[in-house]
């Protein structure tokens, strides 16, 4: 019987990390363009990984970040970032956010067509509760939809092959590096483009946040690829991302005094009794 606690505990650390991520860049975009804040947290983030490779000796592998498949999952990472970006500029937040925690529906896709897991019907009643309890929290509305929507898919969508592809990464090859190609290609698309664009001059309130956001970052790259190598069930760890939305409503209360309403608290509830579901199924099965 596979055991997923791992692979859960250490989605659940990402998801943790990247939130706190996302709120900072959040913040520092609000002086810097989107696409030139990611490409510097990218440089920080690739400078974080690079001493943790010096400090734990794991740059002596650093070969392997040539490796097709590691370069392949860091091109998906810039990719899936800058589509889900660009959507973003043109359709509200909710409905972009609400696209982008379809990612445990896709992954449980992918984990049955790639990865031949045998996920039964509890399981996808959990998921796809998770995700009705997202779309309550977030409350959408339909005449907000547009092309650009469909992008935003796009950006999901290679996002969730990028987790996949993790299953498939070499054997030998320590996190760290593959963390630190993630961060380098990330860091050279993000910022490419934001020379193209017109690099814009930067205050240091916006590049603090920009160096914390990226210790979270690498941090969070670390996360994910533990979680994804674990060996555990991509269905199952999947699912945990919806805790995002949770993380999310607290920091939007903190930072920008923003309360959920009556429907988005029901959501709440929804979210968080399809996680528990899914942890106490994993019991049962073990």
């Not at 392997?64 to 800058?82: F, M, N, S, T, Y």
Request: charged share 10%; hydrophobic share 60%; net charge positive.
């Amino acid at each position: 019987m596979i055991d997923n606690t791992r692979g859960i505990l250490a989605m659940s650390a990402s998801v943790v990390v990247f939130i706190f991520n996302d709120a900072l860049i959040k913040l520092a975009a609000e002086s810097v363009p989107a696409v030139q804040a990611i490409g510097v947290r990218g440089l920080f983030a690739t400078l974080w990984c690079a001493l943790a490779l010096l400090a734990t000796g794991a740059w002596r592998h650093i070969a392997w970040a040539a490796h097709p498949r590691i370069v392949l999952r860091g091109v998906l990472e810039a990719g899936a970032a800058i589509v889900y970006l660009v959507a973003l500029f043109h359709i509200p937040f909710a409905i972009a956010t609400a696209v982008n925690l379809a990612t445990p529906l896709i992954l449980t896709v992918l984990a049955v067509l790639i990865l031949g897991e045998d996920v039964r019907w509890r399981r996808w009643l959990a998921v796809i509760a998770g995700f009705v309890g997202v779309l309550l929290v977030i409350q959408p509305h339909p005449g907000d939809l547009n092309a650009w929507t469909w992008v935003a898919l796009v950006g999901t969508v290679i996002g969730a092959f990028r987790d996949v592809i993790a299953r498939f990464l070499p054997v030998g090859v320590p996190t760290l590096v593959v963390s630190f190609t993630t961060a380098l290609i990330v860091a050279v698309v993000g910022c490419g483009w934001a020379v193209v664009e017109g690099w814009q001059p930067m205050g240091g309130r916006a590049v603090g946040f920009i160096a914390a956001s990226s210790l979270l970052l690498a941090a969070g790259y670390q996360f994910l690829v533990l979680a994804l190598r674990s060996g555990g069930e991509v269905s199952v760890m999947g699912a945990f991302r919806y805790a995002s939305i949770l993380w999310a409503l607290g920091i939007g209360y903190v930072v920008w005094g923003e309360v959920p309403d009556a429907l988005a608290m029901a959501g709440i509830a929804v979210i968080v009794g399809s996680g528990l579901y899914i942890l106490h199924r994993e019991r049962v099965r073990r």
